[in-house]
Structure formats: structure tokens, C-alpha cells
């Protein structure tokens, strides 16, 4: 069982930087693939970056590549999302989500077994 608490979001203007941190318990945090995902007013959840537990790779959704950086601390169970040069697009609840599924990379909502309750991100004009 993992549980899984965001926090560090907010309102930011254009251009701006917003690092979002979860907090992760449960002894076996380090052999999950963890990963961000992103609810925008009116939208879907879609898939943000991901971090695979055994190798390392990351991966990104082509909007945010090169602006985010996803990256896990398993010592001390923390998952982190840093974002940089932030767009009014980028507004939506954002969600930290822990898979056991085997494979890379998991960019499928389905995928993940647990998920944090959503970090508010507000990306003004």
C-alpha cells in the first residue's frame, strides 16, 4: 500500500517556476514507477511525465518536454515535478500517481495503482 500527498502548488505568472513534491509512504516506494499527471478545467486527465523505478528513464508529454523535470528521491520517498517557463495552458489540478506495472514508459492513467489527492497549479497571463 502507498500513499501519496502532494504539495508546492499555486498561482504563478507566464514564465514562471513551480516545483510540486509528493510524499510517498510505504517501504517498497523505490520499486514503483511514479509519475505525473494533469487535469485541466472541463478536460481529461492526461498524462504529464513518468520516471521508471528500475532504469531511470524519464519521459514527458511533448508540451512540457524541455520546460519540466520530473525526478525521485527514494530515500527519502519523494517524487518531484519541477516547472519552468509555466503557460496559462498549464493550469490544471495536478496528480502524483505510484504504478506496479512492469514496462516502460507507463503513460496510461490505468496503469497506476495509487494516486495523491491533486495539487491546484494556476499559470496566470
Known amino acids: 500500500q502507498v500513499q501519496l500527498v502532494e504539495s508546492g502548488g499555486g498561482l504563478v505568472q507566464a514564465g514562471g517556476s513551480l516545483r510540486l513534491s509528493c510524499a510517498a509512504s510505504g517501504r517498497t516506494f523505490s520499486s514503483y514507477t511514479v509519475g505525473w499527471f494533469r487535469r485541466a478545467p472541463g478536460e481529461e486527465r492526461e498524462f504529464v511525465a513518468t520516471i521508471s523505478w528500475s532504469t531511470g528513464n524519464t519521459y514527458y508529454a511533448d508540451s512540457v518536454k524541455g520546460r519540466f523535470t520530473i525526478s525521485r528521491d527514494n530515500a527519502k520517498n519523494m517524487m518531484y515535478l519541477q516547472m519552468n517557463s509555466l503557460k496559462p495552458e498549464d493550469t490544471a489540478v495536478y496528480y502524483c500517481?505510484?504504478?506496479?506495472?512492469?514496462?516502460?514508459?507507463?503513460?496510461?492513467?490505468?496503469?497506476?495503482?495509487?494516486w495523491g489527492q491533486g495539487a491546484q497549479v494556476a499559470v496566470s497571463s
Open positions: 500517481g505510484a504504478s506496479r506495472a512492469v514496462g516502460e514508459p507507463l503513460m496510461f492513467q490505468r496503469l497506476y495503482d495509487y
